[in-house]
Every structure is written in C-alpha cells, then in structure tokens.
C-alpha cells in the first residue's frame, strides 16, 4: 500500500513521469537535471500524452537552489523540437506533478538551505488521487476548467534575460552555501578597538617658541614632539557595577590593556591572516564582558581627570623655569613685535598661558571609545580549505566541545553538490 505521506526525490518524481500513460502535468519553480531529463524524453509521447509544464522563469530560483539553471535549457530544446509551449507561474513555490490520477504535491527543497530528505520518515509530499486529482488538473490546465496557474506562456526573451542574469551573478555550489549557513550560524569574525584612553602614549608637535629645552625631565620627553606629562600619577582607584554588585578596581593603562587581552583570549580565536573568530554562543558573555570593560575605560579617563590637576601646574612650572630667561634674552617674535615685550611678568604670562594649552592639547580627554565591530564569514573563506584547517585548528587548541566542532565541521545531510566538505 503506498504512503499518503512520502519523500519527493528525483528518483520519485522520475518514477512518477515515467508511469503517465494518458496525462502528466508538472508544477515546480525549478527542477533537477534528472527530473528535466525524464521530463523532456516524455515529449516524444507527444500528442498521445496530454502534457503541461509550468515554471518560474526567474533567476531567483536557480540562485536560491529550487534547480539546475541547465535543467531549464533541456527541457526548453525538447520542448521547441516537438513544438509544444511551455507556461510561466511567476513566483510559484509548491511542486505539483499529475500522472493519470494519481498526483504528489511537494515543497521544494532549497538545496542552499539542506540537501533533501531520501527517507519517508522525513516527508515532504503527500500523494492524493481522485477528486483530488481531477481538482488540482483543472486548476493547473491539464484538464477540463478554470485554469490557475500557468495561464501565460514561457516567452523566449524571459529565459534571455534569466541567462543573462545567470551568468551576471551565477549561482554558488549548494554544498558550499548550505555550509555557509552552518558556519554563519555557528561563527563570526569580531574586532575590537579601544581608543583615546592611552594618554601616556600621546604625543603633539612642539611649538617653535619651546624647542631647546636643558631640563632633563623635559629633554626625555621632547624630540620634536612632546608627550603627555603623566609620570607619578600611578594607578586610579575605581568603582564599576556588575550585574548588580560593586566592583573595586586599581586601573593603569597597564592593566587595561592586559583586560582587553583576556577578553579576546577567553573568547575568541586568531586566525593568522583573516582576524579573530568568535562563536555566535559565546556572544552573550563576550557582550557583558565588554561592557564591564567600557566602564573601566570610562571611569579610567574619569579619576584620571580628576587627578589630572598637580601634572598641570608642575608642567607649567617646568616650563617657566625653563624658558624665562630665553625668553628674555630672546624673546619670541610675537614677543618682540608687542611693547613690552621684555616685561618679565608678560614673559611669565605668556609661558604659562601657552605651557597650559600645550598640556591641554597633550592630555585630550576626549571620550574613550569600545568599538566591536562584526563581520560575517563569506563564501571565499568556506572554500578556502586552508581556512577550515586553521578555524579548526584554533578552535581544537581552545579547547572547544567534540560536539561544535563537528556541527561545524561535518559532512553535509544526503547527497552534496561535487566538492561537498569531509571531516578533517
């Protein structure tokens, strides 16, 4: 007794074609190369076997994997051979094929997505006969009826233009982008940049009027470019919150930099050459450690400017005792052009008020920056096998769970495109 619930595979629906006698209608957005095969050899039954063929002409379908753009220029070249016309449903998405009187209504597979169920344990059809039958043949015109679908024909120029946009943008390997799904799924690059927090590290153009510079504290600091002047503030004392708890923490750049490190070590993988991986389930606690590492960078640049006040005015007083008697001797040419140039307390005026804008240009206080910046893996890299051997090489030296790595890594379900991935 055959199945009302059943699989539709090439070899089902092939078998199905084969044993029309009097009417085969065929209803599918794309089909397989097989299926085309079996369908096309059937129009030599013609005008003994009452015949209807509709589908997409939209490139869409082949891109998407409903079929084999290839499968459309068999069936295309039989049909002009024995002269019979083919019809066009515009975004049809349910299979359908009639035999007589029996008739299997399928969902195409989308082989970008799975390779098909070959078990009817797994269905993705139902056979019907009958009334049934006699109602789905009217509707799709292979009988008698107000007909549903199909009603316009497959103009030459449509297909024109499906190749041409084939061959524009062509479909990928299934295998390959059933297994992008997976990895997409599973996987995704990430990049972290943190800035304007490493204030020790920053450097302006000296002003002409402060270069020679004797003092040595001054000297190590100066070479054409002056950095900040922060040397004795030391490590700042801050408090953060946590999932509802206090936090008490000793903060350097130091050690802000070792807490980035941690991060991306804990949770992500290097691949040399492409950047870092994270797994999509590590997502959520990669999110909340890097918010507990914004607050640190935030309340970092906060004490620091707190305690900012004492580096000011000892660098101003550096700067006067080092440039008021060259001042006076030379002043500077904005000096010398102003009455009063050689007034001693102009002179100081003047060095502290450009020391001060100096320092502020050093110790810039813009608002810290977390950037995380996410990137999905394309296509190039799923092919690249090189690529593979190394995300599972960084992900096996992580220790990642057995059972990732071979979701991530295993062979696809059922019968793959040629180039279809093995365990490695």
Known sequence: ??????????????????????RLAVIAPGLTTPVAKALAARMADLPFLSLT???????????????????????????????????????????VVIADDRTMVFAPVSRNVEAGSVTEEKPNAIMLDGGATEKLAEAAGASEGETEVGITGMEPTRVAQMTADLKKNPP??????????????????VELKVSNYQLSKRRVTLPKEFVGV?????????????????????AQAIKIDVD??????????????????????????????????????????????????????????????ASIGTAREGFKNQMLNEFTERWRVNPP??????????????????????????????????APEVIVNYKGIVIEDIEDPDFRSMLRTAMEKARVDQATLDKIFETGDAAAAQGAFEKH
Do not use: W
């Open 214 to 234: 004797g003092d040595e504290t001054l000297r190590k600091r100066i070479s054409g470019q002056i950095r900040a002047p922060l040397d004795g503030i030391g």
């Open 172 to 189: 990928k390997p299934f295998d390959l982008t059933r297994r992008l799904r997976v990895f997409t799924a599973a996987a995704e690059f």
């Open 333 to 366: 040419t904005f000096l010398r052009r102003r009455t009063g140039g050689e007034d001693p307390d102009r002179i100081k005026a003047e060095i502290l008020k450009r020391a001060d804008a100096l320092f502020s240009a050093i110790v810039n206080f813009a």
């Open 1 to 22: 007794m055959s199945r009302t619930f059943t699989t539709a595979t090439d070899d089902s629906l092939i078998a199905l074609i084969k044993s029309a006698t009097n």
């Open 244 to 305: 509802g708890h206090q936090e008490e923490l000793l903060v350097d750049e130091a050690s802000i930099e070792r807490e980035r490190k941690v991060i991306e070590d804990i949770f992500t993988y290097v691949l040399p050459k492409k950047g870092r991986l994270i797994l999509k389930e590590d997502r959520a606690d990669f999110d909340r450690q890097i918010a507990r590492f914004e607050q640190i960078v935030t309340k970092f640049r906060d004490a620091l400017k």
């Open 53 to 95: 063929v509709v589908l997409d002409a939209d490139a869409e379908v082949y891109r998407m994997g409903y079929g084999d753009p290839e499968a459309l220029e068999i069936i295309r070249e039989a049909s002009r051979n024995e002269m019979f016309d083919l019809r066009e449903q515009p975004g049809v998405r349910i299979g």
